[in-house]
């Protein structure tokens, strides 16, 4: 992790005293820092800047410093304080001071151990809104008929996250598509349980490599495609292609969904790890277990894997694919980022049901949080995370 310190210590004290209380202290925090230094002058060039406040009497000092660090950084301020020679005090009238004129701030004090993980938090979620700035995620084609409630501001989605979304016509898509030579991909192809889908993979590869070209003209980092209007046009689907492209870590999303594909790019950038955006097919209010299903799911998420038809159209080529039974985090924004939903919970099984998309996942959740899908959800799509990490989300987005 790219983390600065800055310190500011009164000259009052004894300085040789102050060091040596200060290397033990950060020592304890067991972090790798960037580096330690006594001036500001290049404050805001790090992931997550700390201003360890070493002593008491250093009010003054900081507030002199107040108008070059504004200049140099917006972050909010952290006061990094061991409690020892009255830094705690000083920085809690420093902190009120920052209050008081509409400043961000926390003091970061405690035990070495709750420090340490507060500061890799910060540190994740810095990291993760840089890797956001200016990145480029695609809609191709509108979202889907049905999702009536997951409309996008795309001019909030600019401002609060760095994100620009573009729009990309399905048409486009289709035409290259059916310009591309359809290969056969043969480690796919093992896994086809019928001959009706192994004839089906040379299709769903050309999807796959016609996504690749608009990923590099368009220079995206994720995208979200109105799949089912691939149905009637090239008699497959984009499963396949979304699958390899997750596991290759282009975020790519279903149904022209705007806002799962938001959700799936907040929670890479803040844990590496992909998402399996899904539906609930049934809720079980009283035990708390829902069952999501969809028909594709990203390849570096499950352990093995089957190729059957799509779901609703049984034709194409769909994804039943085996997630490690463990924790999970249910994650969902809209399309304003003021409401989310982040819970986590514990994958139990993976079902093979006739009747439903083909990757269906039993999740154990609180039987409380199942009230929120009957009552206020966000849209019907959400997005499992294969670990617990709504602590993490949360700090992103109330940050």
């Not at 048409?171 to 896994?191: D, F, S």
């Not at 790890?273 to 035990?287: D, E, L, M, S, V």
Request: net charge negative; with cysteine.
């Amino acid at each position: 992790m790219n983390i600065s310190i800055y310190t500011i210590t009164s000259p009052l004290h004894n300085q040789k005293t102050i060091d040596e209380t200060s290397r033990h202290f950060l020592d304890e925090l067991n972090i790798s820092f960037k580096s330690v230094k006594h001036d500001v002058y290049d404050y805001g060039t790090s992931c997550l800047d700390l201003i360890y406040i070493r002593t008491g009497g250093t009010e003054g000092i900081f507030k002199s410093l107040l108008p070059t660090l504004l200049e140099k950084s917006s972050q909010p301020f952290y006061l990094l304080t061991s409690g020892k020679s009255n830094s705690l005090a000083a920085s809690m009238e420093i902190l009120s001071f920052l209050r008081q004129n509409n400043l961000q701030g926390e003091i970061l004090h405690g035990e070495p151990a709750y420090i340490s993980d507060r500061i890799k938090t910060l540190a994740k979620v810095n990291e993760a809104r840089k890797q956001l700035q200016d990145c480029n995620l695609g809609i191709i084609g509108k979202p889907s008929d049905w999702l009536i409630s997951s409309g996008v501001d795309y001019q909030i989605i600019k401002e609060k996250l760095g994100i620009n979304l573009i729009d990309i016509p399905i048409e486009k898509l289709i035409e290259l598509v059916n310009n591309t030579q359809a290969i056969k991909e043969e480690n796919w192809t093992q896994h086809a349980t019928s001959e009706q889908v192994r004839k089906s993979i040379a299709g769903a590869n050309a999807i796959y490599l016609t996504l690749k070209k608009i990923i590099e003209e368009y220079q995206l980092q994720g995208l979200t495609i109105r799949c089912f209007d691939l149905l009637p046009t090239l008699h497959n689907t984009g499963c396949l292609a979304l699958a390899q492209l997750n596991a290759e870590g282009i975020i790519a999303g279903c149904e022209g969904d705007i806002p799962a594909m938001l959700s799936m790019k907040i929670a890479h950038a803040l844990t590496g790890k992909t998402g399996f955006q899904a539906n609930p097919a049934t809720i079980n209010p009283t035990t708390g277990q829902i069952l999501f299903a969809h028909c594709t799911i990203p390849f570096d998420m499950i352990e093995r894997y089957e190729l059957l038809t799509h779901f609703e159209s049984g034709i194409g080529v769909g994804i039943r694919g085996y997630m490690k039974e463990g924790p999970v985090t249910i994650f969902k924004v809209n399309g304003k980022l003021d409401r989310y939903f982040a819970e986590e919970g514990t994958l139990i099984e993976c079902q093979d049901k006739p009747n439903l998309c083909r990757t269906q996942q039993l999740i154990q959740l609180s039987p409380e949080s199942t009230q929120y899908f009957l009552t206020n959800p966000i849209g019907n799509h959400h997005i499992v995370i294969p670990s617990h990490c709504k602590a993490l989300l949360q700090q992103f987005l109330q940050s």
